[in-house]
């Protein structure tokens, strides 16, 4: 399983941002906006059928956040801290190995 | 101590240079412009190393001083009606980034038509940014205002910009004697800011203007809301020390002049109440149980102490120089929402005077206090809002 490459930001700033009401809302700590979980936002998430996969790499290349990852056999990972659910993935994929279905949380 | 005859205008431009401002961004506009020239001819005398920005508007002067005190400077500008409704987006950038920067206003009619002569809706109508707002009496206000702004403005639980605001031509072109104390004690009284933040520490970056989602922005209103009340405190211990350096009190937020036994109260701010006060002097030798509040802070607003003389006086005419179209004078909503949920409860009356530069005169109070003894001891108001000058 691949890891999010923001795991030691993640760590850093959990430890070193202590106050984030500053007045002026001043952003005092470089990198410390990887504590704020953008997948929250999702209301579609990208469902991944792994046989129909080719690994064209064409979902990891066009991914704007980044949330996909590749594992060690070049498979996709998703991570779902940062997801949107966009849909980007999907679209572009050849082979529909990814669809976007409606998430119920 | 020097003493100098100067302007209210050159006031405020000996007061930047004397704060040790480090970058001016301004416009110029009538009556405000003779500010701006002078700290121009300070900087090509050689008298002060201010950093001047000549910029293409109000917005952009406003945007710059922005700028100048995210990077830790004490920045300072001027300006006037049409100018500061410009700058109007900007005030709010400034208050929301908690930036200190000190701005003279010179309150001016708003167009149309046309006018450059005293009016306070332009400041009044900028309430609601965030901004603190002493409004002078006199010349010697607008310098000592300027110096103390920089103080309150910068203490480390305010961090709030703040205006100060002088009548056009009433203060701004007349010379009066104005009293400045040597730049030793100045800078004693006023260190260097102390900025919580600054874009220019390297080692320490930062970044401003952040976007806070519904889940945050809720409490960064709240911090600036409780950085306003802290202001209170703030202004009257500095007020204080500043007497105490500089023998001129302004440790409260509401001058109060021959109130203590008074039945009826004039109650308003700016120059007007320097007239008022004359006027009191007069009635006063005339047998009338009158005195003057001058509301110098109207942002924060001095609830307390006006709730305080509210209690003791029969009557207050509010002297409203200003108008909120649809409503009524804007000092006289505001003093009647605070005293709304006490138990003091005063006749008031709001009396529309000298808008647009119209003459406020003692005769004219005189005829304010005969009228409203004649509603005191009858218990009976005829009208809130009195449109006093109207050619009827």
């Given at each position: 399983?691949?890891?999010?490459?923001?795991?030691?930001?993640?760590?850093?700033?959990?430890?070193?941002y202590?106050?984030?009401?500053?007045?002026?809302?001043?952003?005092?700590?470089p990198?410390?906006?990887?504590?704020n979980?953008?997948?929250?936002?999702?209301?579609?998430?990208?469902?991944?059928?792994?046989?129909?996969?080719?690994?064209?790499?064409l979902c990891?290349?066009?991914?704007?956040?980044?949330?996909?990852?590749?594992?060690d056999?070049?498979?996709?990972?998703?991570?779902?801290?940062?997801?949107?659910?966009?849909?980007?993935?999907?679209?572009?994929?050849?082979?529909?190995?990814?669809?976007?279905?409606r998430e119920?949380? | 101590?020097?003493?100098?005859?100067?302007?209210g205008?050159?006031?405020?431009?000996?007061?930047?240079?004397?704060?040790?401002?480090?970058?001016?961004?301004?416009?110029?506009?009538?009556?405000?412009?003779?500010i701006?020239?002078?700290i121009?001819?300070?900087i090509?005398?050689?008298?002060?190393d201010?950093?001047?920005?000549?910029?293409?508007?109000?917005?952009?002067?406003?945007a710059?001083?922005i700028g100048a005190?995210?990077?830790?400077?004490?920045?300072?500008?001027?300006?006037?009606?049409?100018?500061l409704?410009?700058?109007?987006?900007?005030?709010?950038?400034?208050?929301?980034?908690?930036?200190?920067?000190v701005?003279v206003?010179?309150n001016r009619?708003?167009?149309?038509?046309?006018?450059?002569?005293?009016?306070?809706t332009?400041?009044?109508?900028?309430r609601?940014?965030?901004?603190?707002?002493?409004?002078?009496?006199?010349n010697?206000?607008?310098?000592?205002?300027?110096?103390m702004?920089?103080?309150?403005?910068?203490?480390?639980?305010?961090?709030?910009?703040?205006?100060?605001?002088?009548?056009?031509?009433?203060?701004?072109?007349?010379?009066?004697i104005?009293?400045?104390?040597?730049?030793?004690?100045?800078?004693?009284?006023?260190?260097p800011?102390?900025?919580?933040?600054?874009?220019?520490?390297?080692?320490?970056?930062?970044?401003v203007?952040?976007?806070?989602?519904p889940?945050?922005?809720y409490?960064?209103?709240?911090k600036i809301?409780?950085?306003?009340?802290?202001?209170k405190?703030?202004?009257?211990?500095?007020?204080?020390?500043?007497?105490?350096?500089?023998?001129?009190?302004?440790?409260?937020?509401?001058?109060?002049?021959?109130?203590?036994?008074?039945?009826?109260?004039f109650?308003?701010?700016?120059?007007?109440?320097?007239?008022?006060?004359?006027?009191?002097?007069?009635?006063?030798?005339?047998?009338?149980?009158?005195?003057?509040?001058?509301?110098?802070?109207?942002?924060?607003?001095?609830?307390?102490e006006?709730?305080?003389?509210?209690?003791?006086?029969?009557g207050?005419?509010?002297?409203?120089?200003?108008?909120?179209?649809?409503?009524?004078?804007?000092?006289?909503?505001?003093?009647?929402?605070?005293?709304y949920?006490?138990?003091?409860?005063?006749?008031?009356?709001?009396?529309?005077?000298?808008?647009?530069?119209?003459?406020?005169?003692?005769?004219?109070?005189?005829?304010?206090?005969?009228?409203?003894?004649?509603?005191?001891?009858?218990?009976?108001?005829?009208?809130?809002?009195?449109?006093?000058?109207?050619?009827?």
């Amino acid at each position: 399983m691949a890891e999010s490459p923001f795991k030691a930001d993640i760590e850093r700033v959990k430890k070193e941002y202590s106050e984030k009401m500053t007045p002026g809302a001043v952003v005092y700590l470089p990198g410390s906006s990887v504590i704020n979980k953008t997948g929250s936002w999702r209301v579609f998430i990208p469902e991944f059928n792994k046989d129909k996969c080719v690994r064209c790499f064409l979902c990891y290349t066009y991914c704007p956040e980044p949330a996909i990852y590749l594992d060690d056999e070049s498979y996709p990972v998703f991570d779902y801290d940062y997801c949107k659910g966009c849909g980007i993935c999907a679209n572009e994929c050849p082979t529909k190995a990814i669809v976007m279905v409606r998430e119920v949380k | 101590m020097v003493k100098k005859v100067v302007s209210g205008n050159y006031a405020a431009a000996y007061a930047a240079k004397h704060a040790r401002v480090e970058v001016v961004a301004a416009y110029p506009i009538t009556p405000q412009t003779s500010i701006i020239e002078k700290i121009a001819e300070f900087i090509a005398n050689g008298e002060s190393d201010i950093q001047y920005v000549p910029v293409e508007s109000e917005h952009s002067a406003m945007a710059a001083c922005i700028g100048a005190s995210a990077t830790g400077a004490r920045a300072f500008t001027a300006t006037s009606a049409q100018g500061l409704a410009l700058m109007h987006e900007m005030l709010h950038w400034a208050s929301g980034a908690r930036l200190p920067i000190v701005m003279v206003d010179v309150n001016r009619a708003m167009a149309p038509p046309w006018s450059v002569w005293d009016d306070q809706t332009d400041s009044l109508a900028q309430r609601d940014t965030g901004w603190m707002q002493f409004y002078a009496e006199n010349n010697q206000e607008v310098y000592d205002g300027v110096l103390m702004a920089f103080k309150v403005a910068e203490h480390k639980d305010v961090q709030l910009p703040a205006m100060i605001i002088e009548s056009a031509f009433i203060l701004s072109h007349t010379y009066a004697i104005v009293d400045m104390p040597p730049q030793e004690e100045i800078d004693e009284f006023l260190p260097p800011r102390k900025p919580l933040y600054t874009l220019t520490d390297f080692d320490n970056p930062i970044a401003v203007g952040a976007l806070a989602t519904p889940a945050d922005y809720y409490e960064f209103r709240y911090k600036i809301a409780k950085a306003m009340e802290k202001a209170k405190e703030v202004i009257k211990e500095v007020g204080k020390e500043f007497g105490e350096r500089f023998g001129r009190d302004y440790s409260q937020m509401i001058e109060l002049y021959k109130t203590e036994d008074a039945d009826i109260v004039f109650m308003g701010m700016g120059s007007l109440m320097g007239t008022v006060k004359e006027a009191v002097d007069v009635l006063r030798r005339e047998g009338y149980k009158v005195g003057a509040a001058k509301v110098r802070w109207f942002r924060p607003f001095p609830s307390e102490e006006l709730y305080e003389l509210a209690k003791n006086v029969q009557g207050i005419a509010v002297l409203d120089r200003n108008f909120s179209f649809g409503q009524e004078g804007i000092l006289f909503n505001e003093a009647k929402g605070v005293l709304y949920n006490t138990d003091a409860k005063p006749i008031m009356k709001d009396y529309i005077v000298g808008i647009g530069g119209r003459d406020f005169t003692v005769e004219d109070v005189k005829k304010i206090a005969n009228d409203m003894l004649k509603i005191v001891e009858s218990g009976k108001l005829d009208e809130e809002v009195d449109w006093f000058h109207l050619k009827r």
